[in-house]
């Protein structure tokens, strides 16, 4: 098993995690394009990627737990109720970009279920949408919105196992 750097080191780049894929034996894909910050400005990229796009949220709740909630692209997420489906201790709201970089290792508009390489001291849980699970292949950031990186759904709960994450696959927007 590959091991994660400690957590004095600063955020992993793009190549640390495709050598971290690739020590895993996992297969991936990258496509670089300009950045892209919402949903609706990485439409144009649909047709050339296949797989599903996945929307990431950063929240946390008023006990100060952070979570990672990936869902389809399109998917709609009931920030009212789904501290209710997380297991959070209240209604949850957007992380600070300070609480982002710091546990993650990521800017706003780059959050990704790869972030959990850099989340060294496991200070985020992260969420995956079951409606996910159904995708042959996920697509998601890798550490930074200027690329997408594909890997097969089964890899990517692989990855999660290596970095010391059991990610929560949970019915949030069904």
């Given at each position: 098993m590959t091991e994660i750097a400690p957590s004095t080191t600063?955020?992993?780049t793009a190549e640390d995690l495709f050598r971290f894929l690739d020590g895993l034996g996992i297969a991936h894909t990258t496509r670089t394009h300009p950045p892209v910050f919402t949903v609706a400005e990485s439409e144009s990229l649909r047709d050339e990627i296949p797989g599903a796009h996945t929307k990431n949220l950063f929240v946390k709740d008023k006990k100060d737990?952070?979570?990672v909630v990936t869902v389809e692209e399109r998917a709609e997420v009931d920030l009212k109720n789904v501290h209710k489906i997380i297991g959070a201790s209240s209604r949850v709201s957007f992380g600070r970009p300070e609480?982002?970089?710091e546990?993650?290792?990521v800017v706003p508009g780059s959050v990704t279920v790869f972030a959990a390489f850099n989340d060294r001291?496991?200070?985020v849980t992260f969420v995956i949408d079951e409606a996910l699970m159904a995708y042959d292949i996920i697509n998601g950031h890798p550490l930074s919105n200027?690329?997408?990186t594909s890997v097969a759904t089964s890899d990517l709960m692989r990855f999660f196992q290596a970095t010391g994450h059991?990610?929560?696959v949970l019915n949030i927007t069904g």
């Open positions: 600063p955020p992993a737990r952070y979570f609480k982002m970089v546990f993650l290792g001291q496991h200070n200027d690329a997408t059991e990610p929560l």
